[in-house]
């Protein structure tokens, strides 16, 4: 039998994702966005079925020497760049690329003995307010990068837009327009686009974009699905039902028992709670399928255990499969029931859930 919590991953999906990105972005070079865990698909797993792409992106300099001592040779950009010396010296012996956006890495680059050189990205911050030098500091900072000889020259150039999934809002167009007047004419090759500006914004997409959630199969945009945008979902999460029992009107179900049942019914519980990753604040009705229907959730999420109604399948019994999100369910749908979005469910799949790639699905675990 399969564990109880497990979730599928689908690696031709993740292919087809990247294939669209190309679509959507033919003259650009991509930069697979694998940061946290490969968005909890498993960094390895995502790096090595995308392992031809142009270049991976990670936050942490930890997460790019995962990636060496795994044998990947691909360039990798570590987005946060370092913080200290030990850092750098840890990006320059992996030859992992640097995000360079506060000052004071300007002064370990410029300190350092080393005689390898290491290729750096210098990251503008033009109205996100979170990592980056302000379009005044620009020529300076761009200078000093430049006659700096443990740079790999010309120096890249980045910035990250901050709304990019709201196609209403000239904010992305401000930010686009403010980092291509602040570059001038810059030697550099520049990258701004995340998955929101590769599929809405054509004046984002440059030399280099950084496709982080459309890659697995997720829509960056708030109310559509990545499959209404042509991507096809990477995970499934699944469980099944260990419990079914009938459940009287008036009953209450689970912690606090805020939840009353309004007529005789049956109650169906499955395994899966926050402790696997499934959100605490998913709220009754959010939808779950047992044997492929929907079936809404009911009372409060607990560790390791969720509640749902079954009246519309008496039938049900223990071993039932049970599916949270993915083939007939979309983790969007699931992330406006609790209030996030599908990042942090994807994010937050926990250790104790098995992640089995589609094709082992039917041989022993
Ligand atoms: C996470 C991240 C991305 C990818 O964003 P998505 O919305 O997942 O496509 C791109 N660039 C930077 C700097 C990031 O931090």
Redesign the pocket.
């Known amino acids: 039998m399969t564990p109880a919590a497990y979730a599928v991953l689908d690696l031709n999906a993740l292919q087809h994702n990247l294939q669209k990105v190309r679509e959507c972005a033919p003259d650009a070079n991509i930069m697979a966005?694998i940061?946290a865990n490969g968005?909890g698909h498993g960094l390895l797993r995502v790096a090595e079925t995308l392992s031809h792409v142009d270049a991976f992106?990670v936050?942490r300099v930890q997460e790019g020497i995962r990636l060496r001592k795994a044998g990947l040779q691909n360039r990798v950009a570590v987005?946060e760049g370092f913080t200290c010396i030990e850092e750098l010296d840890d990006l320059l012996h992996y030859q992992l690329d640097a995000?360079v956006h506060t000052a004071s890495q300007l002064d370990l680059l410029e300190q350092h003995t080393g005689r390898t050189q290491i290729a750096v990205w210098l990251k503008l911050d033009t109205g996100m307010n979170r990592?980056g030098f302000h379009a005044n500091e620009f020529p300076g900072i761009y200078q000093r990068l430049s006659r700096c000889v443990l740079v790999k020259q010309p120096v890249n150039l980045?910035t990250?837009l901050a709304n990019a999934?709201d196609m209403q809002d000239d904010m992305t167009i401000k930010q686009i327009n403010l980092f291509n007047q602040t570059l001038g004419m810059s030697q550099g090759e520049r990258s701004i686009a995340?998955?929101?500006g590769?599929l809405g914004w054509q004046a984002a997409l440059a030399d280099w974009v950084?496709?982080?959630?459309?890659?697995y199969g997720i829509s960056?945009f708030p109310g559509s699905t990545g499959a209404e945008l042509g991507l096809k979902h990477v995970m499934g999460l699944h469980s099944r039902l260990i419990a079914v029992k009938p459940l009287a009107k008036g009953g209450t179900v689970g912690y606090g028992c805020s939840w009353v049942c309004p007529q005789d019914t049956t109650l169906g519980v499955v395994a899966i709670g926050y402790g696997d990753g499934y959100p605490r604040y998913a709220k009754p009705g959010t939808p779950v399928l047992v044997n492929g229907q929907r079936v809404p959730l009911i009372g409060r999420v607990s560790m390791d255990m969720i509640t749902v109604d079954l009246a519309s399948q008496p039938d049900a019994k223990p071993g039932d499969a049970v599916t949270l999100w993915g083939d007939g369910l979309a983790v969007e749908e699931i992330a406006l029931c609790a209030d996030t979005i599908p990042?942090t469910l994807v994010c937050g799949v926990t250790q104790r859930v098995r992640l089995v790639e589609a094709e082992e699905r039917n041989s022993p675990l």
């Open positions: 966005v940061k968005y992106a936050a987005l995000v990592l980045m990250h999934d995340n998955s929101a590769i950084r496709p982080g959630v459309m890659l960056p990042y």
